[in-house]
């Protein structure tokens, strides 16, 4: 629903792939009783896999834009979906339902206190490195885009750099996206905010 790497379709596929292989490692095992009254494998081998497998997937939702890591949610989303379907695999259906409620309730209702909470103000140190001679005046229109109001600013020159330590206030969710916008400008070697 928020056009996110991993959608609906997406999902459903991880979660029916689960359950099937789930299916399948139960069964393995009891596959050999009947010929020789013994366990033939061990039910709980392919289990073990999907479980690694899967967190292999949610890895690759996962990317870093210089400096800001983005895909944790969907990651996260990968795996307990996975999880879900293992559970309808073994034949546990309450938990299974229970389970994707309680993980709905989190996707949607959590997101809108996310929401509220990111459009906050809040006040941060930040710590941005610069190539020497850059203008304070640029960094300052950059944050002000952003809807960043700068309190205070020290500027300290070095030899290879030059370090602005400021006081930052604005609202929370932008303080990663001037993150960004900071980052993929040349003169900029580093950004820390606090």
């Not at 309808?88 to 209702?109: M, Q």
């Not at 710590?127 to 960043?148: K, M």
């Not at 700068?150 to 990663?176: C, M, W």
Request: aromatic residues 4%; glycine residues 12%.
């Amino acid at each position: 629903m928020s056009g996110k790497p991993a959608g609906l379709r997406t999902n459903i596929l991880i979660c029916l792939g689960s359950a099937i292989l789930m299916d399948l490692s139960m069964h393995v095992g009891l596959l050999g009783i009947a010929a020789s009254e013994g366990r033939v494998g061990d039910p709980g081998r392919i289990a073990a896999q999907v479980v690694s497998g899967i967190g292999f997937l949610g890895a690759g939702t996962i990317m870093q834009a210089r400096g800001a890591v983005i895909g944790l949610t969907t990651a996260a989303t990968i795996w307990v979906v996975a999880a879900i379907g293992m559970v309808v695999g073994a034949g546990l259906y309450v938990e299974a339902v229970g389970s994707a409620a309680l993980v709905t309730i989190v996707l949607t209702g959590l997101g809108r206190v996310e929401l509220k909470l990111l459009n906050r103000r809040r006040s941060v140190s930040a710590t941005i490195r610069v190539i020497p001679g850059t203008s304070f005046d640029e960094v300052a229109q950059l944050l002000a885009t952003h809807d960043i109001q700068i309190q205070s600013k020290k500027v300290f020159d070095h030899a290879d750099d030059r370090t602005y330590e400021l006081q930052l206030n604005g609202p929370a969710k932008q303080f990663d996206v001037a993150i960004g916008a900071l980052m993929r400008r040349e003169d900029i070697l580093s950004v820390q905010f606090d």
